[in-house]
C-alpha cells in the first residue's frame, strides 16, 4: 500500500510541465537492410528507474547503445537535457553504462577500475580517492579495493561494475541486463539493493532486460518492446493488470488468452460491458470495458491464471463460469496451477494459493470442475 | 583418469624420439675432442674456446642480433597496428588486398620474397646493408605478429574498451590503458616470434644482405654446405640452449600463472 | 583521421615492401640479361616521358618463359619440386598424425608439455635442424654405423646428397607444422561422440574411422598445405641434403641469380612458382575461413 501511494507522488510523466531528461524523437536505426528501431518517439524523465523490456532482437539494446553513444541514428533526434546528443562522442558525454559482461578492466584492481574514469577528468588525487572511497562504501566493497576483478565473487564483480559507472555522477545511469549473470536468488536481493542506489544517488536509471520480474520489481515504468517498437509504457502495475496487446499480456507472467466475439445486442444499455461468444454451445462471457466495439468484432479476452477461480459447484455470485476437466496440475509449492480442458478442448489455466498441506487437496486429474472470474478479472483487446 | 593405450604410447615415443634424437646428437658431439664429428674422442669444450677466437662469427652473430632486434620492434609495432586495423577497421578501400598482402609473406617461398626485395632496393638505389635486411624482416615478419596479435584481438571483448570510452577515454586513450594491457601477452610472443625468425633467416638475409653485413645464418650456411664442423655444433648447441631455456621457462611461468589465477578464482567464490 | 593513420602506416608499408618488389619481379621477368649494371635491359627512363615508358614497354617480351619451356632442365625442376612436395607431405602426415593423436589420448597434465616438445624445435633454427642431419646420413655417419654395428647392412649406404635425405630434412623440419594443426582439430573433438559410436555398436577402430578421422579433417588439410607450400620453394633443405641430381625450384632460381647472374631468367623463374602456388595458397585461405567461420 505504502508503494503504491509513494509512485502515486512520483510520476513526472503525468506532469504536463514536467521536462523529460531523455527524448527520443522518431528515432530510427537501421543496420543494412535490418531495422533496429523503428520511428521510436519516448521520453523518460528526471529520477526514473525506466526499464526497456523485450526479447532479445527487440531493439533494447541498441536503444540503450546510442543513449552511451555507441551508434548513431539513421534518423531521428535523441535529446539528453533538450540538447541533441547525436554529435557528441561516448567519452564526452553525462551518460555511463554499466555493461552486460560489466566489463572490469582485468588488469586493474578494484579501487583502479572505480578510479578510471574520474582519472580522465583530471581530478586530483585527494578527491578522486574520496570518491572512490564514497563508491567502495555505498556497495559495501571496501575490504575488496584492492582485489583483481578474477579474485572476487560474481556478485562482487557486479557491484565493482555499478560503482565504477556511478563514480562519475553521471545525469544517466545504462544498466545493459545488470543481473543477468546472478543466479536467481541473488539477483532478487541485489534488484533491491539496486532501488535502494538509485533512490540514494537520485540518478536517472535505464535498465534493459528481458526478466519480466526484473522490470516489474525495480522500474517506475516498463516500456514492452517488440520488434523496434515500444508496445506500451506504462507503470508495473498498469502493465500487469490492463495490457494493451496480447503480446503485452502474454510477455509478462502467465496468461490465458480466449478468443471470441464481441456482442453487445443483449447488453441494452450498458455500455460498460461486452459479451464475449467464444466457442459453441458455451454461454457468452461477460467483461467489463469501456472500448467502443462493433458488433462482432474479433476480441481477446486475457485474464490472469490468479484470478480464475476453481471450485467443485458452480458458483452463484458471478456472471462468469465454464464446466471442464482438469487435465494437469503443476505444483509449485506456494501455489499450484491448474490446467482445465474445456469441452472444446482449449486450456484454461486456474491458479490457486496452496494454504493447505497436498494431501488435502481438494481436486485431481480428470475432476469435472468450474471456472468462474468476475466481469472485471479480465482485459478485453482488439489486435 | 586417461591410460596411455599401447599404441599411443609407442608413437608418442617414436615422434618425439625422431624430433629430439637429431639435435642430442649435435649437442654431445658438439663436445667431442676430435675434429671428425662422427668419431666420438673424448670429452672436450675446444670447440667453443675456437668459436668465442672467431672473430669472423662474432661480427655475424652481433650483425645478427642488431638486425634481429631492430626488425623485431619495427614489426611488432606494425603488425599490432595491423591485426588491430584487421579485427576492428570495419570496411575500408582495399581491405582485401590489405589482408591478402598480411597472409601471403606467411607462405610465400623465401626464395622469391627474397628475391623481390632485392630487386626492389637496387631498383631505388639503396646499398644492400644492414638497413636492407631490417627493412626485409620487418616486412615478413610483421605479417607473423599480426596474425598473432590479430588472434587475441578476435577474442578480446570489444565492451572494455566502450567501457573505456564511456568512462571518459580518448580512443587513443582506451587503447593505451585498456587493450595494450590486456594483449601485451600477444604482443611480446609476437615480438619473440618475429625476433627468432629474424634469427633464423637464411634465405631473405642472403639476397639482401651486402658484403659488410654477413649474419649468422649466413655464415653458417656457408661453413656447413660442404661438410660438418665441430665448431658449428658448439655455435648449435648455444643457440639450442638459448631456445630451450626461454621457451621452458616461458611455460613453466604461463603455467604457474594459469594455476595461480585459478586458485584465487576459486577464492573468490 | 587517426584510424586513417592506423590504416595507412601498415598498408603503404606492405605496398612499397611486399606488392611492388612483385611488380618489379613480374617487369624484370619480361626482360633480357645484359653485361651492365643493372645486370638486365631494358630500363625505364621516365627523364624522356611518355616516350621513354613506351620504349620501354615494347622492348618487353615473354622470352624468358619461352627459355623455361624449352630447357627441360626447368620444368623437370618444377615437376621434381612437384613431387618431393607431395611426397614428403603425405610423409610428414603419415608421421604427424599419430603423434598429434597420441598426444590428445596423453593424460591431461602431460598435454602442456608435449605441447611445449612439439613447439620448441620451431622457435630452434631452422638451418641448424636441417644441418643436424648431416653428420646422421653421411657415408660414416651415425646411421651407416648403427645400421652396421647391428649388423643390418654390410656396406654403408648412400642417404646423404641423395632425395631420400631431402625427404627426411622435410618430413623432420616441417613436422610441427602438420602435428599442431591436427592436434587443435582433434583436441576440440568431443569425447562423448566416441562413447555415443562406441554405444551405437563401434568397434574403437571403426569409431576412429567413422568419427575422430573425419572430424580431424580440417586438420589435416591445413597441416598439408602448411607443408607442401613451403616445401614446393624449399632452398635449405635440397641445399644441405640434397645432391647435385636433386632438382628443386627454389635451388634453381638460387643459382640462377648467384652463380649464372642471370637476373631475368631468375624472376621469369620464380613468376611460374608462384603461378603454381596460386592455386594451393587460395584453399589453404579459403580452408582457413571455412574453419573460422565453422568456430563462431
Request: proline share 5%; net charge neutral; glycine share 6%.
Amino acid at each position: 500500500m505504502a508503494d503504491a501511494a509513494a509512485q502515486q507522488v512520483f510520476a513526472p510523466w503525468n506532469a504536463p510541465e514536467a521536462k523529460p531528461i531523455i527524448q527520443f524523437r522518431n528515432v530510427t536505426k537501421r543496420f543494412g537492410d535490418f531495422t533496429a528501431i523503428d520511428d521510436l518517439t519516448l521520453d523518460i524523465h528526471e529520477k526514473e528507474f525506466f526499464s526497456l523490456l523485450g526479447p532479445s532482437g527487440c531493439g533494447k539494446t541498441t536503444m540503450m547503445r546510442m543513449l552511451a553513444g555507441f551508434e548513431t541514428p539513421t534518423e531521428g533526434t535523441i535529446l539528453l537535457d533538450g540538447q541533441d546528443i547525436a554529435p557528441v562522442p561516448p567519452n564526452k558525454r553525462a551518460v555511463n553504462m554499466m555493461f552486460q559482461s560489466y566489463a572490469l578492466f582485468p588488469h586493474l584492481s578494484v579501487w583502479d577500475n572505480i578510479a578510471f574514469g574520474l582519472r580522465r577528468e583530471g581530478l586530483d588525487k585527494d578527491r578522486i580517492g574520496n570518491r572512490v572511497e564514497e563508491m567502495l562504501r555505498l556497495v559495501q566493497l571496501g575490504k575488496f579495493a584492492q582485489r583483481k576483478p578474477h579474485q572476487i565473487s560474481g556478485g562482487q564483480r557486479q557491484r565493482v561494475a555499478l560503482a565504477r559507472s556511478l563514480a562519475k555522477a553521471p545525469k544517466l545511469l545504462l544498466l545493459d541486463e545488470p543481473l543477468g549473470a546472478l543466479d536467481k536468488k541473488l539477483r532478487q536481493e541485489t534488484q533491491f539493493e539496486l532501488m535502494d542506489i538509485q533512490e540514494t544517488t537520485g540518478t536517472t536509471f535505464v535498465i534493459v532486460t528481458h526478466d519480466q520480474e526484473e522490470a516489474m520489481t525495480v522500474s517506475s515504468r516498463v516500456a514492452v518492446m517488440d520488434h523496434g517498437k515500444i508496445v506500451q509504457v506504462d507503470t508495473p502495475d498498469r502493465i500487469y493488470e490492463e495490457p494493451n496487446s496480447v503480446y503485452v499480456a502474454d510477455f509478462l507472467g502467465d496468461v490465458n488468452i480466449i478468443r471470441g466475439k464481441a456482442s453487445r445486442k443483449d447488453m441494452g444499455a450498458d455500455t460498460d460491458h461486452v459479451h464475449i461468444h467464444f466457442a459453441e454451445g458455451q454461454s457468452p462471457l461477460w467483461a467489463a470495458t469501456k472500448r467502443d466495439l462493433a458488433e462482432g468484432t474479433e476480441v481477446a479476452l486475457a485474464i490472469r491464471p490468479e484470478k480464475v477461480t476453481i471450485t467443485r459447484d458452480r458458483p452463484t455470485d458471478r456472471n462468469n463460469a465454464i464446466r471442464g476437466k482438469v487435465h494437469d496440475i503443476a505444483y509449485l509449492g506456494n501455489i499450484s496451477t491448474y490446467h482445465v480442458e474445456l469441452p472444446g478442448g482449449q486450456i484454461i489455466k486456474a491458479q490457486t494459493a496452496n494454504t493447505r498441506r497436498v494431501a488435502r487437496r481438494s481436486f485431481t486429474w480428470e475432476d469435472e470442475v468450474w471456472l468462474s472470474f468476475t466481469d472485471t478479472a479480465g482485459a478485453v483487446l482488439v489486435d | 583418469m586417461r591410460r596411455l593405450s599401447w599404441f599411443n604410447a609407442v608413437s608418442l615415443t617414436l615422434g618425439f624420439a625422431f624430433l629430439y634424437i637429431p639435435m642430442l646428437i649435435l649437442i654431445v658431439y658438439s663436445f667431442n675432442g676430435g675434429k671428425l664429428v662422427t668419431v666420438w674422442a673424448g670429452f672436450s669444450t675446444k670447440w667453443y674456446g675456437e668459436l668465442f677466437r672467431n672473430e669472423a662469427f662474432l661480427d655475424a652473430a652481433l650483425n645478427t642480433l642488431k638486425v634481429a632486434l631492430l626488425s623485431s620492434t619495427f614489426a611488432t609495432v606494425l603488425g599490432t597496428m595491423a591485426a588491430y586495423t584487421i579485427v576492428r577497421g570495419g570496411r575500408f578501400f582495399g581491405r582485401t588486398l590489405f589482408s591478402g598482402m598480411i597472409y601471403a609473406p606467411l607462405v610465400m617461398p623465401e626464395v622469391i620474397t627474397g628475391l623481390s626485395l632485392l630487386l626492389l632496393f637496387i631498383a631505388i638505389g639503396l646499398d644492400r646493408s644492414i638497413i636492407t635486411i631490417v627493412l626485409a624482416h620487418t616486412t615478413f615478419s610483421m605479417c607473423y605478429v599480426s596474425v598473432v596479435v590479430s588472434s587475441r584481438l578476435v577474442t578480446f571483448d570489444r565492451s572494455l574498451e566502450e567501457a573505456a570510452l564511456d568512462l571518459g577515454s580518448t580512443p587513443f586513450e582506451a587503447f593505451r590503458l585498456v587493450t595494450l594491457p590486456i594483449i601485451a601477452p600477444a604482443v611480446i610472443s609476437g615480438w619473440l616470434l618475429a625476433f627468432t625468425l629474424s634469427l633464423d633467416d637464411l634465405v631473405i638475409a642472403s639476397f639482401t644482405a651486402g658484403p659488410s653485413s654477413t649474419t649468422l645464418p649466413i655464415k653458417i650456411f656457408s661453413a656447413v654446405r660442404l661438410g660438418v664442423s665441430p665448431e658449428i655444433n658448439a655455435l648449435s648447441t648455444i643457440l639450442i640452449s638459448i631456445v630451450a631455456v626461454g621457451v621452458i621457462t616461458t611455460s613453466l611461468m604461463s603455467k604457474r600463472a594459469i594455476m595461480r589465477r585459478q586458485k584465487e578464482e576459486q577464492e573468490a567464490i | 583521421m587517426r584510424r586513417f593513420g592506423l590504416i595507412s602506416v601498415p598498408y603503404l608499408w606492405l605496398l612499397a615492401l611486399f606488392l611492388v618488389p612483385f611488380l618489379i619481379v613480374l617487369k624484370i621477368s619480361l626482360s633480357d640479361i645484359e653485361l651492365a649494371i643493372p645486370p638486365y635491359t631494358p630500363t625505364l627512363d621516365l627523364s624522356r616521358g611518355w616516350e621513354g615508358f613506351t620504349d620501354w614497354a615494347s622492348q618487353l617480351d615473354l622470352e624468358n618463359f619461352w627459355f623455361l619451356a624449352e630447357d627441360s632442365l626447368y620444368w623437370k625442376a618444377y615437376l621434381s619440386s612437384l613431387k618431393i612436395a607431395i611426397v614428403s607431405t603425405i610423409m610428414t602426415l603419415i608421421v604427424g598424425y599419430p603423434i598429434a593423436y597420441g598426444m590428445t589420448r596423453a593424460p591431461d597434465e602431460w598435454r602442456p608439455t608435449l605441447m611445449m616438445l612439439v613447439i620448441l624445435p620451431f622457435w630452434t633454427s631452422f638451418l641448424i635442424r636441417v644441418y643436424a642431419w648431416k653428420a646422421i646420413l653421411s657415408q660414416e655417419g651415425l646411421l651407416n654405423q648403427l645400421l652396421m654395428g647391428i649388423g643390418v647392412i654390410g656396406e654403408p649406404l648412400t642417404i646423404l646428397n641423395t632425395n631420400t635425405a631431402v625427404y627426411i630434412g622435410i618430413v623432420y623440419t616441417y613436422l610441427p607444422f602438420m602435428v599442431l594443426p591436427i592436434y587443435a582439430a582433434l583436441e576440440r573433438l568431443d569425447e562423448s561422440l566416441l562413447e555415443a559410436a562406441e554405444d551405437l555398436g563401434c568397434s574403437r577402430f571403426t569409431a576412429f574411422w567413422l568419427v575422430t578421422f573425419p572430424m580431424s579433417k580440417q586438420g589435416i588439410i591445413a597441416g598439408s598445405f602448411l607443408v607442401f607450400i613451403p616445401a614446393m620453394g624449399e632452398f635449405v633443405i635440397p641445399a644441405l641434403l640434397g645432391g647435385s641430381k636433386t632438382l628443386m625450384i627454389g635451388k634453381v632460381l638460387w643459382e640462377e641469380f648467384f652463380s649464372n647472374r642471370d637476373w631475368p631468367v631468375a624472376s621469369a623463374v620464380a613468376v611460374i612458382l608462384l603461378l603454381l602456388l596460386i592455386i594451393p595458397i587460395v584453399l589453404f585461405q579459403r580452408n582457413e575461413e571455412k574453419q573460422r567461420e565453422a568456430e563462431r
